[in-house]
C-alpha cells in the first residue's frame, strides 16, 4: 500500500518562506511522477507544480513561477516543495500526489496516490 505524508505547513506572514515535505512509502518511488496540488475552501483542488520521475522535467503554475520550486530525493523517496515570496492568497491546504504513469501532468484525475494534506497560511 503507498502512503503519502506531508509536513512543512504552518503559519507564515506574507513575504516568507517554508519548505513542505512528502515522504512516500510502500510503491517505487522513483519511478512516480509527483505533484502538488492546493485547495482551499469550496474551491476545486489546483496543480501547484509537479516533478517527473527522474528530476529533470519540473512544471509550475502560472501564479506561482519564479517564487515555488519543486524538488525530488529518490534515496530518500521524498518530493519537496520550497515556497518564497509568499502571499496571503496561497493560503490552502496543501496536497502531494504521485502518478504511476510519470505524465506530471496538472490534471489531478491522473494522479493515483494522495497524501492527507498539509495546511499552509500565509497572514498579511
Known amino acids: 500500500q503507498v502512503q503519502l505524508v506531508e509536513s512543512g505547513g504552518g503559519l507564515v506572514q506574507a513575504g516568507g518562506s517554508l519548505r513542505?515535505?512528502?515522504?512516500?512509502?510502500?510503491?517505487?518511488?522513483?519511478?512516480?511522477?509527483?505533484?502538488?496540488?492546493?485547495?482551499?475552501?469550496?474551491?476545486?483542488?489546483?496543480?501547484v507544480?509537479?516533478?517527473?520521475?527522474?528530476?529533470?522535467?519540473?512544471?509550475?503554475?502560472?501564479?506561482?513561477?519564479?517564487?515555488?520550486?519543486?524538488?525530488r530525493a529518490n534515496a530518500k523517496n521524498t518530493?519537496?516543495?520550497?515556497?518564497?515570496?509568499?502571499?496571503?492568497?496561497?493560503?490552502?491546504v496543501y496536497y502531494c500526489a504521485a502518478d504511476r504513469t510519470n505524465s506530471g501532468s496538472p490534471n489531478a484525475r491522473l494522479y493515483d496516490y494522495w497524501g492527507q494534506g498539509t495546511q499552509v497560511t500565509v497572514s498579511s
Request: hydrophobic share 35%; with cysteine; aromatic share 14%.
Open 20 to 47: 513542505l515535505s512528502c515522504a512516500v512509502s510502500g510503491g517505487t518511488f522513483s519511478r512516480y511522477a509527483m505533484g502538488w496540488f492546493r485547495q482551499t475552501p469550496g474551491k476545486v483542488r489546483e496543480f
Open 49 to 71: 507544480a509537479g516533478i517527473r520521475w527522474s528530476g529533470a522535467d519540473t512544471y509550475n503554475a502560472d501564479d506561482v513561477k519564479g517564487r515555488f520550486t519543486i524538488s
Open 79 to 92: 518530493v519537496y516543495l520550497q515556497m518564497n515570496s509568499l502571499e496571503p492568497e496561497d493560503t490552502a
